[in-house]
């Protein structure tokens, strides 16, 4: 599942003024990488909290 509609992926993808400043399909997962794993951080913070007593880290370090 990706956060972008493949519509909307597509078009951003074909359209030309965003291939001149750079977006490609790898830069942009990325970019959907990054925006699924800030929805979980914002959204399920407790998990992140769990994630870092397992490793050993404080919670407050866990956005570091």
């Known amino acids: 599942m990706t956060p972008?509609?493949?519509k909307l992926r597509d078009a951003l993808l074909l359209d030309a003024t965003h291939?001149?400043?750079g977006?490609?399909?790898a830069l942009f997962r990325d970019y959907e990488t990054l925006?699924?794993?800030?929805?979980?951080?914002?959204n399920y913070p407790q998990?992140?909290?769990k994630a870092a007593s397992r490793k050993g880290?404080?919670?407050k370090n866990v956005a570091d």
């Not at 925006?35 to 914002?42: D, E, H, N, R």
């Open 4 to 6: 972008t509609h493949p």
């Open 19 to 21: 291939r001149k400043r």
């Open 23 to 25: 977006l490609t399909p």
């Open 35 to 42: 925006l699924g794993q800030l929805f979980y951080v914002v």
């Open 47 to 49: 998990d992140q909290e």
């Open 57 to 59: 880290a404080s919670p």
